[in-house]
């Protein structure tokens, strides 16, 4: 495995997506800043990635929906990881299920803290050091939720449709600057995402993945892969995937 000197820091990378991407980038050499805030996990996680790819990582735990304790981390990270090449926006949620008029306002809060405040302030704090060594690249990770809203899906959907806009308007504000800026926008995958939108009823949440087969954590990480690993002058704007099952937010196709 060769190293190649470049240091990625990937939000909710103790599991999921997160935890896939960061196994992605180590196999191909990256030195990795991993968050989330299950700090035995993300601890568990960077040690395995040092020693299974020889790769230096630091787990750095706290919750993104909190400005200060955001601010707090993301200034302590130490100086051989500081110069971030690619900063993956992946921590986020769907909380809960109810339509609009029934909606808890807990759980509209932990989505919009999370999805789109946790990822601007992460964005905030980095970009400019991205900006003065005139090199680096945000990766958002968004949703078919992004483009096309389903029942129910009312606050996360926003949360993710803001994704997206705030992905596209980072390509404009940072042309100048030689940032790249991708957006991810996958469809129905299985990981701990169903468990958490359904406070851990881990039967509702197998059950929407019944009939069709689901996109896996490793499926999404690939592309993100692809995408950090294009030449300095090409940008993936943005790539929409899904399970060969489903066609959008709304259509899925499940065998009986
Ligand atoms: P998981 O629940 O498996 O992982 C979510 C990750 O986000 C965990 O590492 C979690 O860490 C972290 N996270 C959540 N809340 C916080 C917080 N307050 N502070 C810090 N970290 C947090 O879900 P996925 O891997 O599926 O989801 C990753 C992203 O992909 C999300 O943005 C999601 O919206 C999006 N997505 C998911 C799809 C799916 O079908 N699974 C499809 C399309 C997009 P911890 O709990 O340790 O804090
Ligand atoms: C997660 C997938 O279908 O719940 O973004 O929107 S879905």
Redesign the pocket.
């Known amino acids: 495995m060769k190293i190649v000197n470049k240091i990625a820091l990937i ?9 896939a991407i960061a196994f992605i980038l180590a196999e191909h050499g990256w030195n990795l800043i991993i ?4 700090k035995e ?2 601890e568990k996680i960077a040690a395995s990635l040092h020693e299974e790819f020889g790769v230096d990582t630091h787990a750095l ?5 909190d400005r200060k304790e955001t601010e707090i981390a993301i200034n302590s990270i130490p100086h051989k990881f500081k110069e971030i090449d690619l900063l993956v926006n ?5 909380s809960g299920f109810d339509t609009i008029q029934e909606g808890n306002f807990d759980d509209w809060e ?1 989505m919009i ?3 789109i405040k ?1 990822l601007l302030y992460v964005s905030r704090l980095l970009l400019p050091g991205m900006i003065e060594r005139k090199k680096g690249h945000v990766i958002n ?5 992004s483009k096309v809203v389903y029942p129910k899906g009312n606050v ?1 959907c926003a949360s ?1 449709f803001a994704v997206d806009a705030i992905s596209q308007s980072m390509r404009i504000d940072l042309l100048p600057h030689k940032i790249k800026v991708t957006a991810i ?12 939108r359904f406070h851990g009823d881990e039967q509702r949440a197998n059950s929407v993945y019944n009939g069709f087969q ?2 896996q ?1 490793r499926d ?1 990480a690939e592309a993100v892969y692809f995408a950090a690993s294009r030449p300095e002058h090409v940008n993936l704007n943005e790539i929409v995937m899904t399970p060969l099952a489903q066609a959008n937010s709304t259509f899925i196709h499940r065998e009986q």
Do not use: C, M, Q, W
Not at 11 to 19: Q, V
Not at 61 to 65: A, H, M, V
Not at 141 to 145: E, K, L, N, W
């Open positions: 939000t909710g990378a103790s599991a999921g997506f997160g935890e968050t989330g805030r299950r996990r993300l735990p706290f919750d993104i929906r992946n921590a986020g949620l769907a932990a803290d999370t999805n946790g990770i968004g949703s078919t939720a996360y993710k926008h996958p469809g129905a995958a299985e990981t701990e995402f169903s468990v958490v689901p996109l954590a999404v």
